[in-house]
């Protein structure tokens, strides 16, 4: 914590402070489902926005301009008003301003497809820590905690460990509940593995990478750019090197999916060819699918 002290001073304590952290912006997209009634959706949206914007998920204090810019887009696939029950998936994403721009950068993104949970129209959400009996409730903390701690590590040296924690702690006691998402080994992209990877030993050099890529590089992007462009090349290095520690992980992965346009930004026509072709190599062995940008990054 002695690392962070100076960071949050200067970042997050002023005369006129908040307690929340969140920005957040919840789209419910219930297309497929038809012959329903718009107001249980309406509701729902209404419910997620409210804990996430007006919930203290932590002690630090944030003036409202730096309140953490997030989105939970929300497709519904089924909904049976029987037994109020909802299935769909959820795509969650926290975004960072980068210094000195009006550019904005993704921290973290994941697709989590198993968003399923029982919902009335005139439900309220209230978060309780010390009772995890609600799937969507604990969904909705989960994710808040995860892009919370991603955001403080991109500010500081693994300076989200607390909060990544919080997160972990909801996982670990929601599983009880019996939905899918939470379970350990069921899934390398679920909730579980998710958090347990990103707070395994073994990933470290994953997590140093997020606070050299964001701000010991990009943000000094607009003021010296061949500088900061080889700091998140040398970032790139720790990517690899966690890959390296821990093959199963998906993380890496997910980093590469939603960072493959930013990357060929950074990278294509830029430097020599040797430098674009290790990149390359990197990028390459990690997601393979992806392919076709890397490319880009390469010629």
């Not at 964001?214 to 500088?227: C, F, K, S, V």
């Not at 980093?255 to 290790?278: M, P």
Request: hydrophobic residues 40%; glycine residues 4%; contains cysteine.
């Amino acid at each position: 914590m002695k690392r962070l002290l100076p960071l949050i001073a200067l970042w997050l304590v002023s005369w006129n402070v908040q307690a929340q952290e969140l920005n957040a912006k919840v789209n419910i997209n219930r297309s497929q489902v038809s012959n329903t009634k718009s107001g249980v959706f309406d509701a729902l949206e209404k419910v997620i926005s409210r804990l996430l914007n007006e919930h203290a998920w932590t002690g630090l204090k944030f003036r409202d301009m730096e309140r953490i810019q997030c989105t939970f887009n929300i497709t519904i696939d089924t909904y049976s008003e029987t037994d109020n029950s909802f299935t769909g998936s959820l795509l969650v994403a926290g975004i960072r301003p980068v210094y000195n721009s009006s550019y904005t950068t993704t921290v973290f993104s994941m697709n989590d497809k198993d968003f399923n949970f029982a919902f009335q129209e005139f439900d309220q959400l209230e978060w309780r820590p010390e009772q995890v009996d609600n799937n969507l409730t604990a969904m909705i903390a989960y994710w808040a905690y995860v892009i919370i701690g991603m955001d403080l590590d991109a500010m500081a040296p693994m300076g989200g460990t607390e909060v990544l924690r919080m997160a972990q702690d909801v996982c670990n006691n929601a599983e009880m509940l019996g939905y899918a998402g939470w379970k350990a080994f069921d899934d390398s992209k679920n909730r579980y593995a998710i958090i347990n990877d990103y707070l395994d030993g073994s990933m470290e050099k994953f997590r140093q990478l997020q606070y050299t890529y964001y701000r010991t590089g990009l943000d000094h992007m607009a003021e010296n750019p061949e500088a900061a462009r080889t700091t998140i090349a040398e970032s790139l290095n720790l990517l690899k090197e966690a890959h390296e520690d821990k093959a199963m992980s998906m993380l890496p992965q997910i980093f590469t999916d939603y960072k493959r346009d930013e990357l060929v930004s950074i990278f294509s026509g830029q430097g020599s060819s040797k430098d674009r072709e290790a990149i390359y190599d990197i990028l390459f062995r990690i997601n393979p699918s992806q392919n076709n940008y890397w490319e880009k990054i390469k010629n």
